[in-house]
């Protein structure tokens, strides 16, 4: 047999495990809804725009036989993608915008590790190494060029709870900067996500460097997925996560469906 | 003959789903350009007739030149005070707008300034009583004349002719757009004085929490109702499960925000601004407009007015706030342009002007600035007055002024013409 045919054995047993339920399809994505709560910043600094639609036409008298709309957001609005150009750790790097990223790494292997019970008893919780690697030792070595997620059970919360700001700004769950040294330089991880608003915890704009996950990750070309929702439905291991920004000329991340490849329990 | 006395407004009962709404009927349009004139007075309050400086009489009714030695008239503001020297009670009349409002009773006014004026008659007043004289605007927006005893008597709006002239919130529903604003709190706070019924306070993004969240929370006779401006369908929804019972809507919504076309410019914070004021004022008139234009004669708290707060410098751009004055600019001009089509619906489309605010974003501008409660207790007051152009401050005032005497010259001085 060729090695051609071989790849197409391949696929076509994901295709059967997929047209069977074997493998189940997930999808970890919000709504792209108006009122879903967005990144605060100080009124003096630009703001991240909400997510807005206005009919264009509703099979009426301005388009008879069609329905659409307009719509328009940020690029870091709903659940979204940040690539390494985001941050000022990562302008300088190649392949560092939505456009010009290797598409290889959108889809890859994905590690769940579960911090629902931490984040429960403290909302500032920060997802150390000892956490990573008390994982490792249930689950295995994190295997390079995979995605870490970490699930909090955060995408469960809505609106004010959600964002959960008070006057000394938001208070959620991030990793801790020895954490994403850690992922990025021992396990040299595609990207990390969380549930939350940001990659960060609420509060990291006083950890050293501030933003420890965005200024890591996108300095060494890593990239970072937020506001993922029901992580819960993964599998610690053995998931695939398909994770495809949209095509922006020059774009810093991109709002995107986020799927993932489970197989079925039992 | 009418009964006269302090019979008070009776107060509004609940919609008998059987009957029909009564149509929005207006008294007669048709002017003399002169008479249109009077109008522009009106809108503001001011009681203006043509004057002639050598007699020292006010003329009326105007003419081109006065009647006792020729010389030229000039409309200026004149004392009020008058003798009620005769009334007649309308039983009946060919105008479909007082069919219904039978019987009517008006009068002439002999002013202590020279001429007899006909006038609507407010219940309090007999003949032969020293009367106060206002020129209003009545239901299709054009001038006339009301005599009462005393316009500042605490149950002066107590009376159904004037109620016509004005804009009163006693007794009515209002909708504030954006309630997070500082003039959007001090009025939540003051229409309850105000007597209002029912005061629905707009707040957008209701996940993000802050002080005068809370601060509206606790105001026990204000209702908390979702309302983004920039968000269409938020817009929509609002309007389709309350847009029939809003009596008056009060646009509350502002961002000031520093800067111009080259300093201090932002383009996102320009098209926010843009998109909250500019596009957050036409999602607001033409979902909350027709329900309105459709109420305009529904009994004692039929829809009334459509209020908008304006920076003054939509008159004349102010550089210092150079977008946010181009943005009230355009609303300035599309308020004009729902006047029109409003017209003959009985809902007066109300601005008040205002400079600069004792809040954050105006924190390096010297004072005068004007505090939201006095913004919102003028604000109330012209209403209650049935004002169409509110000015509330001595910034506002100054600037109208400046800007109805010489509209260039006001450019040039606010573009630097006192700069070294």
Do not use: F, M
């Given at each position: 047999m060729s090695t051609q045919d071989q790849t197409v054995g391949l696929l076509d047993n994901l295709a059967l495990d997929l047209a069977s339920g074997a493998v189940e399809v997930v999808d970890l994505t919000h709504t792209l809804d108006p009122d879903f709560p967005v990144i605060i910043l100080p009124p003096e600094f630009g703001q991240c725009a909400r997510f807005r639609m206005e009919e264009v036409?509703?099979?009426?008298?301005?388009?008879?036989a069609w329905h659409w709309h307009n719509f328009s957001c940020g690029?870091?609005?709903?659940t979204h993608f940040d690539a390494p150009i985001h941050w000022v750790s990562g302008?300088?790097?190649?392949?560092?915008t939505v456009d010009s990223l290797?598409?290889?790494?959108?889809?890859g292997r994905v590690c769940v590790i579960d911090c629902e019970a931490e984040t429960a008893a403290d909302e500032d919780y920060e997802m150390d190494r000892a956490k990573i690697e008390a994982f490792e030792a249930e689950h295995g070595k994190i295997p390079p060029q995979s995605w870490v997620l970490m699930r909090t059970?955060?995408?469960?919360r809505r609106g004010a709870d959600y964002v959960n700001l008070r006057e000394d700004g938001a208070h959620s769950p991030g990793p801790a900067t020895e954490a994403v040294r850690f992922l990025v330089d021992?396990?040299?991880?595609i990207g990390f996500g969380t549930e939350?608003?940001?990659?960060?915890?609420?509060?990291?704009?006083?950890a050293d460097p501030p933003y420890p996950a965005h200024y890591i990750l996108h300095g060494a070309g890593r990239y970072g997925l937020q506001?993922?929702?029901?992580?819960?439905?993964?599998?610690?291991?053995g998931a695939i996560l398909l994770a495809a920004p949209l095509k922006?000329?020059?774009?810093t991340g991109s709002p995107l469906r986020v799927l993932a490849l489970v197989p079925a329990a039992g | 003959m009418a009964e006269i006395g302090e019979s008070r407004l009776p107060q509004p009962v609940k919609k008998n789903p059987q009957l029909k709404t009564a149509a929005p009927l207006v008294p007669p349009l048709r002017r003399s350009r002169l008479g249109l004139r009077l109008a522009g007075f009106a809108a503001r309050g001011e009681f203006c007739l043509p004057f002639c400086s050598a007699c020292e009489k006010a003329v009326w009714?105007?003419?081109?030149?006065?009647?006792?030695?020729l010389a030229e008239l000039a409309w200026q503001e004149v004392g009020n005070q008058g003798q009620l020297i005769a009334e007649s009670v309308l039983?009946?009349?060919?105008e479909l707008y007082f069919r219904g409002r039978m019987p009517w009773r008006i009068g002439t006014v002999r002013l202590a300034c020279g001429p007899s004026i006909m006038a609507h008659l407010h219940q309090q007043v007999q003949v032969g009583e020293q009367v106060e004289m206002g020129l209003h605007l009545d239901k299709a927006q054009r001038a006339v004349f009301m005599a009462y005893k005393?316009?500042?008597?605490?149950?002066?709006?107590?009376?159904s002719q004037l109620r016509e002239l004005t804009s009163d919130p006693k007794y009515r529903r209002v909708l504030?757009?954006?309630?997070?604003s500082p003039a959007g709190l001090a009025l939540a706070k003051a229409l309850a004085g105000a007597e209002a019924r029912e005061i629905f306070a707009g707040v957008a993004?209701?996940?993000?929490?802050?002080a005068v969240l809370d601060a509206l929370e606790a105001l026990d006779h204000v209702t908390l109702v979702p309302l983004d401006l920039t968000d269409s369908s938020s817009v929509k929804e609002l309007a389709a499960e309350i847009g029939g019972k809003v009596d008056i809507l009060i646009h509350t919504a502002d961002q000031p925000r520093p800067g111009g076309l080259l300093d201090g410019s932002s383009l996102t914070i320009a098209q926010e601004m843009q998109d909250r004021l500019v596009t957050g004022y036409m999602r607001l008139a033409s979902h909350f407009g027709p329900a309105m234009r459709g109420r305009?004669?529904?009994?004692?708290?039929?829809?009334?007015a459509f209020v908008t707060i304006l920076s003054v410098y939509a008159h004349a751009n102010w550089p210092s706030y150079g977008t946010h004055s181009a943005c009230h600019a355009a609303v300035y001009s599309l308020s004009q342009c729902l006047r029109s089509e409003m017209l003959?619906?009985?809902?007066r489309v109300v601005n008040a002007y205002t400079g600069p605010l004792e809040q954050d974003w105006y924190e390096s501008v010297l004072p005068p600035k004007l505090d939201p409660q006095r913004l919102a207790r003028d604000l109330i007051k012209g209403l209650q007055q049935g004002l169409e152009d509110i000015y509330i401050g001595d910034v506002a005032r100054d600037v109208a002024s400046r800007f109805r005497e010489d509209a260039k010259l006001l450019e040039i001085e606010l573009t630097g013409g006192a700069r070294e």
């Open positions: 036409s509703r099979y009426d008298a301005r388009g008879p690029e870091h609005t709903g302008r300088d790097l190649p392949h560092n290797p598409v290889q790494k959108l889809v059970g955060w995408s469960k021992e396990r040299d991880i939350c608003i940001g990659t960060d915890s609420g509060q990291a704009a006083h506001c993922l929702n029901g992580l819960d439905r993964l599998p610690p291991t922006i000329k020059h774009g | 009714p105007p003419r081109d030149a006065c009647p006792t030695c039983e009946t009349s060919p005393n316009r500042e008597g605490g149950s002066v709006n107590e009376d504030i757009s954006d309630a997070r993004e209701s996940w993000r929490r802050d305009g004669a529904d009994g004692v708290n039929s829809a009334t003959g619906s009985g809902v």
